[in-house]
């Protein structure tokens, strides 16, 4: 049996029906009602459906954001990171790391910290303290030090 088949098959029938409806010019309103709340309601029960079947299928999340991957590799991994969080955790760096990178004098991220300047960006957890290092995010180097006061990074 192919349950998948038969929810796509219902979906295309009921969007056919709702085609076949709209080519009839009508002011007739329980048309109009049917149309809204019975076939494009049935049409969006049949979609969500589909989406659980198919997550079934492929039940992989990402460890660290719990999002799912849709695109499903073919060797089983024991640990799923995403790809967004694969590109965004490189992008954090020590101040001693990135200073140098933007063209900030060594200690620049330090003093701007103490004089709250960057209190928004702790807040959103793009700064925050590890041991005795303090830890930056990308995107507050571009965010800050770029669109606000010109810093450019090197290369
Ligand atoms: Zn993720």
Known sequence: MDIIGDVKRNITSLEKLKDALDQIDSDNVDLEMFKKYTIERSIADYNQKLEKMTYKKFPHRCELCQQWIEELEPEQKSIMICQTCRVNLPKT?????????????????????????????????LIWKSGRYWLIHELVMQKHYERKLGYKRGS
Request: aromatic letters at 6%; hydrophobic letters at 40%.
């Open 93 to 125: 760096m020590t101040t001693n790391e990135i200073e140098p990178l933007w063209g900030l004098h060594v200690g620049k991220i330090k003093q701007d910290i103490d004089n709250h300047l960057l209190d928004d960006f702790i807040d959103a957890g």
